[in-house]
């Protein structure tokens, strides 16, 4: 894969960052047209998981990849996206980044940064990033995860109060209660023996499809005002704000009451979603 175009490279790397901010390590799902990046911890196991989609053609001036057979035109790879951030960092004024799997020792992901010279030859710095090969019998392990049947749906409020709020009352807390209703409604609670926080949000709009018949049933016959909840890990939600490098064009979250929050980042070529269990 090859990026020229240098906002195509800083939007990248701005991804790329967001999850390595978000993962220790994940895996990396390449198809004709589109980049997975993906970690499928258990949530029954309390661990979050995520998955971000990307569209290559938005990204890269050439693209050309064969899977392992014509059928399964795919390659999965375990990557630990802070060496792809670092590697990137050294791009921020390239002339050219192409990225390349290799095999000399070990699978490596080589990225090969054109750096712009004085004189008339270029200068090429390459990072070889070790990646691990995921085969074909495990990549049923990587589905994209279904989408809850969500009680309540809302769009988030400006992610950067948000954050702000978070930030603050993860010094009184470990855990924290998002609670939100079908009339645009949305409180974050923190609840200790010493002391009761809650920060409200209004007007913040329910996505359309939380109204549509036969689309989710468990949102239909919800009286508007009740609020669903669920009491989370505030260091994953606090991670989740922290890590935004790609300002969302659209944020949202799914609730499922007790059990689950699904948050969705929208941008134009970007889509993350993050699953975040419900502590007991």
Known sequence: AKIVDLACLNHFSRVINTIARLVKSCTVRLTVSKLYFILSDKVA????????????????????????????????????????????????????????????????????????????????????????????????????????????SIYLPVLKTMKSVVERMKNLSNSIVIEANLSGEMNLKIETDLVSVTTHFKDLGNPPWASEAGCQSSAQDRDLKSMAEARIDIKKLQQLLAGQQVNPTKALCNIVSKRIVHFVLLHEDVSLQYFIPALA
Request: net charge negative; hydrophobic share 40%; charged share 25%.
């Open 45 to 152: 196991n309390g661990g979050v998981s995520m998955w971000c989609e990307l569209c290559q053609g938005n990204f890269f001036d050439e693209f050309q990849m064969e899977g392992v057979a014509a059928e399964h035109n795919e390659i999965y790879l375990e990557l630990v996206p802070e060496n792809l951030s670092r590697a990137l960092k050294t791009a921020q004024s390239a002339k050219a980044v192409k990225i390349k799997l290799t095999n000399k020792h070990c699978p490596c992901l080589r990225v090969a940064v054109e750096l712009p010279s004085l004189s008339s030859s270029s200068r090429i710095v390459t990072h070889d990033i070790p990646v691990g090969v995921i085969p074909r019998r495990l990549w049923n392990d990587f589905r994209e995860p279904s989408v809850p049947d969500f009680d309540v």
